[in-house]
């Protein structure tokens, strides 16, 4: 595995949280022409990338290195479920009793990395009613995240296991898990959901 070390800078003021991983396009109102929707999008992107680019500096001023050296250090480049994340049975009792839940983050080179960051999961049964949609929320912090990280030959990831919410249970067989990660050293968000099944009784 290619490890070029790795080392956390926080920026005060909040600290700019910038998603790399995409712009969402919001919905066009009707009567918006395509090409100003997509001069926007184009210029939103230029500026999320000046952005980029002025927090690689300022973490290099705060370092002492040149800006390009940043890029060789060992940063996230996309994140993925592990393929186990799945509901799972803990007691062994034949009824689920939550869901497992592994992370991986990857660098450029598609190897897996330990890094620094925050994690958000959320947990959606889409076919519930209205309002009774969103099971459970669970927030993981830098310092806490690293509690959840199993590195070995076959590991080397991020393992959750959370328990169903208290007084909540599934109504259908298939839940949705949303999850962001928020990477500490560039400020990266990446953004993935997973379609689970889970028995019901």
Known sequence: MRRLG?????????????????????PAEPGVDL???NTRLK???????KQIEGLKRQLAR???????N??????????????FTRAHDKDKDGFEDGIMVYLT???RYGDNIKVAGEVEIELWDLE??????????????????????LGGPLTDHFKFEL?????????????TVKLKFSEALTGKVFEIQKMVETRIH
């Open 6 to 26: 790795v080392f956390i800078v926080w920026l005060g003021a909040g600290g700019l949280m910038i998603g790399c991983n995409g712009v969402k396009k919001p």
């Open 35 to 37: 090409e100003q929707e």
């Open 43 to 49: 210029r939103q992107i230029i500026e999320q990338d």
């Open 62 to 68: 705060l370092r002492g290195m040149p800006s390009e």
């Open 70 to 83: 940043l890029d060789q250090l060992v940063q996230v480049e996309r994140v993925e479920f592990g393929r």
């Open 105 to 107: 983050p990857l660098d």
């Open 128 to 149: 519930a009613a209205e309002g009774e949609r969103q099971m459970g929320q669970w927030h993981f912090g830098m310092e806490e995240l690293r509690k959840y990280w």
């Open 163 to 175: 328990d169903w919410p208290s007084g909540k249970r599934p109504a259908h067989e298939h839940l």
